[in-house]
């Protein structure tokens, strides 16, 4: 068996993992990609002929799309009709091969596909099921259609991004869709943690909405609302829960955007130090509160006086924690991304290699490794559903004449 058959470096903390994907676009796929990265064996179920969404979205190359050949590696895609009763019976034996079931289905095609709670853990008692919806199984809005940005909206968190004067903000990227696939994928370990403990582990069904996410995050919005009556609002880069903080963005001479942020009491008056304003006016909470427009628009001015590597020198020396606000291309040519090993080179059929992040967090025993972008459509069929799941060649040629697979 070949390396594109299977990762056979032994890379990964989680080789010999088993993981089926009924999942398209981004949070259950993220899920599965971070399991992925570590080294288990994840199958992308797809639809036959467009498959997956995200192969269609984003930028192209040469008529190539970019994304899924980040979303989409370290996997196996296999395409499969649900829609027809031989399909679906190969999906079943997917969940009986599989040790975790990821699906982002509505609750009502799940339950007539057999891939909902009841069907999966009747197959196999041992699986455990990452269920990601809009907005739960057990919510009267089981069966609604939702997508992140509604669950960014509704966790709290875009209320909270943006300027008081402003509207509510989303951030340029699927975050809740983001988010949730990383919760997803520490709910699964926790899962599989017991599984390997608890000699009585019966399966285990991880119920999660694309809103929770991101509102578990944010630990100070309803304690604030309950315990103070309060609605905590916008207030721009600044910090709602520590007013007297410096966090913010500047422009410096050049033209570049510097962030600085301190939000202990020390380093605000290093701050101050800095702008040659009296620390003694800046020693307590309530006085920083007191004077932080003051900081914040001297902070202001002196950025816009000096290039930006200066006024990086001169927090250094200051103790002030600064950075350039990066975008794509200071990314590519950041040492400290360079040091880390942040950024892989990939081999890639259609584009030739490629650079797409390294496999993060970093492990120093057995850490995982990028062996193969986003694949084909379908390019796994023959090798899971022949050599994992046991199919005969004629059963394979059935599927494939009646356009099953």
């Known amino acids: 068996m070949s390396d594109d058959e299977r990762n056979t470096t032994g890379s990964g903390q989680l080789r010999g993992l088993k993981v089926v994907e009924f999942a398209h676009v981004v949070a259950g796929p993220l899920a599965g990609s971070m399991l ?3 080294g288990a064996d994840v199958v992308h179920v797809e639809p036959p002929g467009a498959g997956d969404a995200a192969r269609a979205m984003g930028p192209q190359r040469d008529g190539v799309p970019l994304w899924f050949k980040v979303a989409g590696r370290n996997k196996r895609s296999v395409t499969l009709d649900l829609h027809h009763e031989a399909g679906r019976l190969v999906a079943h034996r997917l969940v009986a091969w599989a040790d975790v ?14 891939l909902d709670w009841d069907s999966v853990h009747r197959i196999n008692p041992r699986a455990v099921l990452l269920q990601i ?37 989303h951030t340029g990227f699927s975050h809740g869709d983001a988010v949730t696939g990383l919760m997803g994928a520490y709910a699964v370990l926790a899962a599989l943690h017991r599984r390997d403990h608890d000699p009585g582990f019966d399966g285990e069904w991880i119920d999660l909405a694309l809103f929770e996410s991101l509102f578990r995050l944010v630990e100070w919005q309803v304690i ?33 955007w510097v962030t600085v942020t301190s939000a202990t009491l020390r380093s605000v008056r ?17 006085q920083q509160y007191d004077r932080r ?36 291309a200071d990314i590519a040519a950041d040492p400290v991304y360079a040091e880390r090993e942040d950024i892989v080179t990939v081999d890639d059929p259609d584009l030739g290699p490629v650079r797409m992040q390294a496999v993060i967090p970093h492990f120093r025993q057995r850490p995982g490794r990028v062996w193969r972008t986003g694949p ?15 199919l005969s060649a004629g059963e394979l040629a059935d599927l494939e004449k009646s356009d099953v697979i």
């Open 133 to 169: 919806s809009g907005f739960g199984a057990t919510s009267s809005q089981a069966d609604a259609p939702g997508f992140g940005k509604v669950g960014e909206a509704r966790s709290g968190v875009v209320h909270l991004t943006g300027f008081p004067d402003g509207p509510p903000v």
């Open 270 to 286: 290093n701050i101050a130090r800095l702008l040659g304003l009296p620390e003694k006016e800046f020693s307590t909470a309530q």
């Open 224 to 256: 604030v609302h309950d315990q103070l009556g309060r609605v905590p609002e916008r207030s721009g880069n600044q910090l709602a829960v520590a007013p007297g903080a410096v966090i913010n963005t500047y422009r410096s001479r050049d033209g570049e």
């Open 376 to 390: 084909a459509l379908g390019q796994d069929n023959h090798l899971v559903y022949g050599q994992w799941l046991g």
């Open 36 to 38: 992925a990265d570590q």
């Open 101 to 114: 079931v990821i699906v982002t289905l509505r609750a009502g095609r799940l339950r007539s596909w057999g």
């Open 293 to 328: 427009e003051q900081l914040d628009e001297n902070l202001r001015n002196w950025v816009a006086e000096r290039v930006t590597g200066e006024c990086l020198e001169e927090f250094a020396r200051a103790e002030v924690v600064a950075s350039r606000v990066f975008d794509a």
